[in-house]
């Protein structure tokens, strides 16, 4: 019997209207429509197109390797010789690097890297991450059983957020986050109909958290829905702040009070540049609070192998430290993750020489030593370039670059741009990136893809080209910036 499609609808069973409508509301601006854009001029270029450039300069995204950050030498050493045993008969790679590679393996089913590993992420590895956060948080004590490895941090985020979310209605789970924000967390709360709840940084005082803020934004979200659970980015992106130890104190405390979960991003943990700033971990801060809150504020904390020194942001390597989950959730959480079989066996691997990274009196130590320290004292003096030659822009104002790989400065845009803008149905800041790519090369991402105050506009630019490329970015950036207030004021 013939099947007869209604008039009007589509023989598809898949269409726009029949999809689920939490991915049409999820957006992530870090790879939207400026960057396909910039894609396409890239391929314009390669066909003989005459722009005003000669090249695309992606400073959109903190993709360390393409922007010309080296791998760090020894992992590189170790994870060929894991994919290829055969070189360890080979007497071109060090001692150690062979030593590592042959702990991994072992730990391998059949000895391959290519073998499934357990859901929860290689035995020994989630040891060597348990070590290593003891000796990061000055001997706090770290129980491998609560180390889940990941596909890089964005995996394990998504995992929590998942166990997290429930309810309809006002009894929905509303999930805090920092405006500006990362925009995966934003994309994940969508795609799982969750509340996204803002809570604003301070842009006048370096982007830091303030605690009645906190409180403003808690009070308004319980009268719609649930709040369980605040997320933190620090160091920040992409505002760069890093928190200082009292501000850490106040918002565990909070957490304590207002009965939330708390979720700790700590992917730029080695990203601190600032004088007088350190980073401080969560967990850190909340064991030396004492038992009163180190026995029952739930927190996960997250970090990866995609960002700091190393930028291998290709082999999606990550972990995420549960602390105080109830034994039972804990189950569901292992029943979770086995779904997914298990993260990526060379990214654990990786993983597990970011923890285990060579010690003083082993062969490679000097080397790693030099590579990481050059990688991050650029990075240290991209952070203050960027932030001295933006600020010297009339319109363009810039808070320092304490950590992590982006700035994001404050733009004035003329009233007659902004109404441009909006006759087009775009964001203003976003109508401003779109000029500076057709008509400069470079592409960044607008404020507007982040979430920032009403009526004020900003760009988030990554430090990580090299620093003659990132010089004649800026000056591009002036350039831009100043014809742009010219042609519209």
């Known amino acids: 019997m013939g099947h007869n499609t209604p008039r009007g609808t589509s023989p598809l069973v898949l269409t726009i209207d029949t999809m689920n409508p939490n991915v049409k509301n999820v957006e992530y601006a870090v790879r939207g429509p400026i960057v396909q854009r910039a894609v396409q001029i890239e391929k314009e270029l ?4 005459k722009k005003p450039f000669t090249e695309v300069i992606k400073a959109n995204i903190g993709d360390a390797h393409a922007m010309g950050q080296q791998p760090i030498t020894f992992f590189r050493q170790v994870l060929a010789l894991c994919s290829y045993p055969e070189l360890l008969k080979d007497n071109m790679f060090p ?7 042959r702990r991994i393996l072992q730990a391998c089913g059949g000895s391959s890297l290519g073998a499934y590993s357990a859901s929860q992420g290689i035995d020994c590895v989630r040891q060597d991450v ?29 995992t929590m957020l998942k166990l997290l979310v429930c309810g ?7 999930v805090m986050i920092s405006i500006p924000q990362y925009p995966l967390y934003s994309a994940a709360l969508a795609e799982l109909g969750a509340v996204q709840v803002n809570y604003y ?22 009268k719609h829905c649930n709040p369980k659970v605040l997320c933190i980015i620090n160091p920040g992106n992409p505002t760069g702040q890093v928190q200082s130890r009292q501000c850490i104190e106040d918002v565990i405390r909070f957490a304590a009070k207002e009965h939330l979960f708390l979720m700790a991003d700590e992917v730029y943990q080695d990203n601190v540049y600032a004088e007088g700033c350190q980073f401080h971990s969560f967990k850190k801060v909340l064991f030396e609070l004492g038992p009163q809150y180190s026995n029952t504020v739930e927190l996960v904390s997250f970090h990866s192998t995609s960002k700091c020194y190393m930028g291998e942001c290709g082999f999606r390597g990550g972990y995420m430290e549960v602390i105080n989950m109830d034994p039972e959730v804990k189950a569901q959480l292992i029943k979770l993750v086995s779904v997914r079989l298990c993260p990526a066996v060379p990214g654990q691997a990786l993983m597990d020489l970011v923890v285990n990274s060579p010690q ?56 007659k741009a902004i109404k441009e803008a ?3 149905g775009q964001a203003p800041d976003m109508f401003y990136c779109m000029k500076m790519l057709e008509e400069t090369g470079i592409c960044l991402v607008p404020g507007s893809g982040f979430g920032q105050k009403d009526g004020t506009y900003h760009f988030r630019m990554t430090i ?7 010089k004649l970015l800026l000056a591009k950036v002036k350039e831009f910036h100043q014809k742009f207030t010219r042609q519209y004021s």
């Open 46 to 49: 390669r066909e003989g197109v």
């Open 422 to 424: 909006k006759a087009l």
């Open 130 to 158: 348990a070590r290593y956060i003891e000796r990061r948080d000055g001997g706090v004590p770290c129980d491998p059983d609560n180390v889940y490895l990941t596909s890089g941090a964005s995996d394990g985020i998504v």
């Open 464 to 470: 990580l080209p090299p620093t003659d490329k990132l």
């Open 201 to 222: 940084l301070n842009e006048e005082k370096c982007w830091s958290m303030d605690l009645s803020e906190l409180e403003r934004s808690l009070a308004e979200a319980r």
């Open 95 to 101: 001692e150690d690097a062979k030593s590592r590679a």
């Open 168 to 174: 309809e209605g006002a009894s929905k789970t509303g």
């Open 360 to 415: 003083p009196g082993e062969p490679s130590y000097t080397t790693f030593m030099k590579e990481r320290t050059t990688t991050l004292s650029l990075l240290a003096e991209k952070a203050k370039l960027t932030e001295e030659i933006l600020n010297t822009v009339p319109g363009i104002t810039c808070n320092p670059v304490q950590g992590a790989m982006y700035s994001f400065p404050n733009i004035s845009l003329p009233q």
